[in-house]
């Protein structure tokens, strides 16, 4: 079985590349923004053929966030993304791509985002 996720593999990148300096596990801030990022896309993976009207409520929800470049918010998607060094364009189509095979499939088991940061960060 294909994985519907292949969209959002990440490109290979050495440990370096992606904690950066200093790491993001001495950063508290950063490792909230990162909580915040996967549970918006867990949101996606759980919910995407949700029978009930929260779990679509739910979805519509982080579509929203993902989908706003509204920067003037902490938490605003844009600005994870910003500060994470995470390219908000490359999660936004990796969504689109994943939701278009995701009509009228069953949802994934185990469903898993994995994040790609940009060589800035």
Request: hydrophobic content about 40%.
């Amino acid at each position: 079985m294909r994985d519907h996720l292949a969209d959002l593999e990440p490109e290979a990148l050495l440990p370096p590349q992606f904690f950066g300096s200093p790491p993001l596990t001495f950063q508290p801030e950063k490792r909230l923004m990162l909580a915040v990022l996967e549970q918006a896309l867990a949101t996606l993976g759980r919910c995407a053929h949700a029978p009930g009207g929260h779990g679509r409520h739910l979805v519509r929800e982080v579509e929203r966030w993902v989908a706003s470049t509204d920067t003037r918010w902490p938490f605003a998607f844009q600005n994870i993304c910003d500060t994470l060094g995470v390219d908000a364009g490359y999660i936004r189509a990796g969504i689109v791509r994943w939701r278009r095979r995701q009509d009228g499939a069953p949802p994934s088991a185990d469903p898993r985002f994995r994040v790609r940061r940009t060589a800035s960060g």
